[in-house]
């Protein structure tokens, strides 16, 4: 069965948004920023003329440079071409900014709370799923959505950086993510894990020392 939505995650600004979905299908979603005023763009395409293309041709990929005022204007285009998209970025008069990672998610940038959750919602509205508490959602967590439209997240997943986290906060979560996995790799492999602690054991020197324990007489 095919979802409009497939995944969603908040980023850590708290005004941005992840969603993923067939962006290749589903660049209509686009219309819902038909208001926007576009400041400027970045698009990467290719040509695709589908069965009439000859086998052997491979189309160079180009950069849109056709100017645009609005996105209805520039879907409107791309609408009568035959053109793959590998690289879409738009930035709007408004502050807001959306791209494309080709061809699994956008990212929506908006200059609020309350305009990433309004955002938020319109696109589970489009999708025919009920209202979703945003409050109760972890940032930095990709939440996915059943057929029914509840939502669940994989077995233990972490946090995973996003592009406002700081170096520091980067380095923080990379000695905790190996920290993790050396643990889990040890719980699925316990014989390691015991050889591991012999080591340890016979790698320590302390009761060997002559200055720890005295085994002249009397003992």
């Known amino acids: 069965m095919h979802l409009l939505i497939r995944s969603i995650e908040l980023l850590s600004n708290q005004k941005s948004l992840r969603v993923g979905m067939d962006t290749i299908n589903n660049l209509w979603v686009l219309m819902h920023f038909k208001e926007l005023k576009i400041k400027s763009k970045k698009i990467c395409y290719q040509v695709n003329a589908g069965i009439r293309q000859r086998k052997n041709t491979i189309h160079p990929k180009r950069w849109l440079k056709k100017p645009f005022e609005s996105t209805s204007e520039l879907l409107g285009y791309l609408c009568g071409k035959q053109y793959d998209i590998h690289h879409l970025d738009i930035e709007f008069t408004n502050g807001w900014r959306i791209k494309e990672h080709p061809h699994h998610e956008f990212l929506f940038y908006t200059t609020s709370v309350e305009d990433r959750n309004t955002l938020l919602n319109k696109l589970v509205f489009v999708s025919g799923f009920d209202p979703i508490d945003i409050p109760s959602l972890k940032q ?27 170096k520091k906060e980067i380095g923080a979560w ?46």
């Open 140 to 166: 930095n967590i990709s939440y996915y959505f059943k057929a029914g439209g509840a939502l669940y997240i994989l077995d233990n997943s972490l946090p995973f950086p996003d592009e406002f986290w700081s």
């Open 174 to 219: 990379k000695e905790s993510y190996r920290e993790r996995e050396r643990l889990e790799y040890l719980k699925d492999n316990p014989e390691e894990a015991q050889e591991h602690l012999g080591e340890l054991f016979e790698n320590d020197t302390t009761f060997r020392s002559p200055n720890v324990i005295d085994d002249k007489p009397p003992f």
